[in-house]
């Protein structure tokens, strides 16, 4: 197929109206809209289907092919959108949860039509690398160098730091670590200290800490509300048997295997198992 009968077979049962609704000026007053803000929408789907993986690539396609501009529903009175209009754009759709919203409101229409039986389903996740240096060993060993390389500051500059600590609130109480004890025999009292230590310590735990069988009594949003999606390092094999390491995230999906739809899919950390996120995946299915 030609691509843009291919976008069109696509787009034909996507209903992004809500999306264009929401996105668009509530009032005809104040400063007119220079962006076409649906056929960015298209241009962000299109780049996906085409595998275009950043947007400093889509905007060099954008202004480098014509062809490809009209793909994207861009007018010839339209000006291109930069880097920083696409990030907004992506910024607000993520805000208001409205591509979620569409995905459960197509779900639910296939579980009507009968498309989806819900007999065979399938949980995988997928490495999503941050690109973002701040954490990087080779970073730390730079910034390391380079504070030991620095001279020793100034009584009046230490003065000045010594004030400002002093003026800052008393942080907040960290979380009890785990408690250990030594090897032998406790008395009564010393067991039942324990006891109430390790208690303690299980209660300050979140439910994507705990072990996996105390995760089933939480409810889906109390497991969305303490998911983990801050970057973070994960070490684990491939389908080969070699370990794998990367700083970043993971995309979860939960998908039909019968009928191919993407029934839900949340983004986390890079470290909780696939084992934790299928409980919360199979939880925000609609019964």
Known sequence: MQPEDRYSQIFEHLNLAPVMQSLSKKHGRGRPEELNVPAMIYSLLIAKMEGIEFVSALVKRLKSSEEFRIQCRF???????????????????????????????????????GFVSGTHIAVDSSIVEAWDCQFSESASKRRAARRSKKQSKTPE??????????????????????????????????????????????????????????????????????????AARCDKKNSKGRLTSWYGFKANILVDTDSQYILSGVFSSANPNDQRMAILLLKGLPL
Request: charge should be negative; hydrophobic fraction near 30%; charged fraction near 35%.
């Open 75 to 113: 007018t010839g009175s339209n000006r291109i959108p930069s880097e920083a209009s696409y990030s907004r754009l992506i910024h607000a759709l993520q805000q208001n949860g409205l591509l979620e919203k569409l995905q459960d409101r197509l779900v639910l229409s296939a579980l009507e039509e």
């Open 157 to 230: 500059l230490e003065q000045l730091k010594l004030d400002v600590t002093e003026s800052q609130p008393p942080p907040v109480s960290e979380r009890p670590r785990k408690p250990t004890y030594p090897r032998g025999r406790a008395s009564a009292e010393e067991t039942e200290r324990r006891r109430k230590e390790r208690e303690a310590y299980e209660a300050s735990l979140g439910p994507f800490e705990k072990k996996v069988e105390d995760m089933l009594s939480s409810t889906y949003d109390e497991l969305l509300a303490a998911l983990p999606r801050q």
